[in-house]
């Protein structure tokens, strides 16, 4: 985490190139969480993300970026029907962002970073009458992989994997559509 944090001082504190950037996300994720709720061992709900970034490209080939995710409300009906599950969450990520240029239009990029993410399972069992919530968040490590294209001099679109590990047990995994356009 230290290194990290120094890495992002030591990129914003640098002079150079400087364009800054601004955009929305939209996408799907899947919550998976391997310890035990409600007599269930692994759980698992997908559904769809949407979010917004912002970030700071200090040379072509590294930047900072700021996003916010919010994982929509899903869930399942396990067990022949007998547990109907719903989850929902969110998280603010800080990344170093280091960018490959393939070309004139297009690059390659990653992340690297801390995600502050908070999740909600609701889990409710009918024939026994019983509902519960239950609450989750932390910060933990987060990474990300992508291709960003140019669709002119202001405008691009990306698409991107993210993964949050939270620990052994819970993980945040998003593929995000990303537009962005750039000061």
């Known amino acids: 985490m230290r290194i990290l944090l120094t890495l992002l001082f030591l990129v914003l504190a640098s002079n150079s190139y400087a364009e800054f950037y601004v955009g929305g996300n939209g996408g799907v994720y899947q919550y998976d969480q391997d ?7 692994d759980i698992e709900i997908r559904d769809y993300t949407l979010g917004i970034h912002g970030g700071y490209m200090l040379r072509d080939w590294i930047g900072a970026e700021l996003q916010y995710l919010n994982y929509l409300e899903g869930g399942d009906t396990l067990a022949n029907g007998d547990i109907i599950l719903r989850g929902k969450g969110e998280s603010f990520s800080l990344t170093v962002r280091p960018a ?33 919530t239950v609450k989750d968040d932390d910060a933990d490590f987060t990474w990300s992989a992508g291709g960003r294209w140019w669709g002119g001099d202001h405008w691009s679109l990306a698409l991107e994997f993210n993964r949050i590990q939270a620990d052994t047990e819970i993980q945040f995994d998003s593929l995000t559509f990303n537009v962005a356009y750039h000061f």
Not at 102 to 117: H, M, N, P, Y
């Open 100 to 132: 490959w240029r393939i070309s004139q239009d297009f690059e390659l990029f990653a992340k690297l970073g801390v995600a502050f993410w908070d999740a909600k399972l609701r889990y409710r069992i009918p024939a026994l009458d019983i509902e519960e």
């Open 35 to 41: 310890t035990d709720v409600a007599g269930l061992n």
